[in-house]
């Protein structure tokens, strides 16, 4: 919105930041906070992996192979830590 409360054009508010220094800023922030729908698509993988198993986890996500559920699913690295830390 511009000083007057009015919506203001792309252009124009691309103007405005450029008077104000802002541009590089902006294009910095939105490189380092890009985000894609995918990413719900593999947060889901990862919880129900850590939750239910590799195994539901493919069968929820519809995969034929586990291998393909392994590059959506993370491991639980916290999982691995503690197995570790039980068996010395």
């Known amino acids: 919105m511009d000083d007057d409360g009015k919506l203001e054009s792309p252009k124009a508010w691309e103007q405005r930041l450029k008077k ?3 541009l590089g ?3 910095k922030w ?4 890009r985000w ?5 698509r593999h947060n889901a993988a990862t919880y129900l992996r850590k939750q239910f198993g590799l195994e539901a986890a493919r069968v929820v996500l519809g995969h034929r192979s586990a291998a393909v559920t392994e590059i959506y699913a993370e491991m ?3 999982k691995a830590a503690e197995i570790m830390e ?3």
């Open 86 to 88: 039980k068996a010395g």
């Open 25 to 27: 800023e902006l294009k």
């Open 30 to 33: 939105q490189s380092e906070h």
């Open 36 to 40: 894609h729908p995918h990413q719900l």
């Open 76 to 78: 639980d690295k916290m």
């Open 20 to 22: 104000k220094n802002l």
